[in-house]
């Protein structure tokens, strides 16, 4: 619970964030997904999500031990790289309201939000979000 959430939160939050296998491979909008590995340890990894013409990052996530040490920035950089490299701009992220500094400090600009409540949390809303895909455009990242 890196960003304080209570147990009751995270109660009603968890069947929404909990990513199978299935669920990669059984999604035929799934592009791509990618793990990041340090010395032999899964540490984070992204998935992205067609439709049409739009590219969602569809998930981007670490361990909370390697928050803030670059591994993030280096996911994104990836899905910006194979976003770009597919052709898309832009891709749109439907985040946590702890994530969007992240993904704001990275070059995504907000372009709405969706509300969210959670127990204790009636007016929690999920900032949405809209980056760039040009590697330059992402924040000057260093390459994954």
Known sequence: ???????????????????????????????????GVLAGEVIGFH???VDGQACELDNLWLLPAHIGR??????????????????WRAL????????APFYLHCGARQVGQTPAPLPDLPHRARPQ???AVPLAACGGLARA
Do not use: E, K, N
């Not at 009751?8 to 968890?14: E, G, H, I």
């Not at 749109?92 to 994530?99: E, I, R």
């Open 1 to 35: 619970m890196h960003w304080g959430y209570s147990a009751a939160q995270m109660a009603v939050l968890r069947p929404r964030l909990r990513v199978l296998p299935v669920h990669l491979t059984a999604q035929m909008s799934v592009q791509s997904a990618f793990v």
């Open 47 to 49: 998935s992205l999500l």
């Open 70 to 87: 670059g591994f993030g920035r280096q996911l994104l950089a990836h899905a910006c790289a194979h976003a770009a490299a597919h052709g």
């Open 92 to 99: 749109s992220v439907d985040a946590d309201p702890f994530a």
């Open 129 to 131: 979000l809209l980056l």
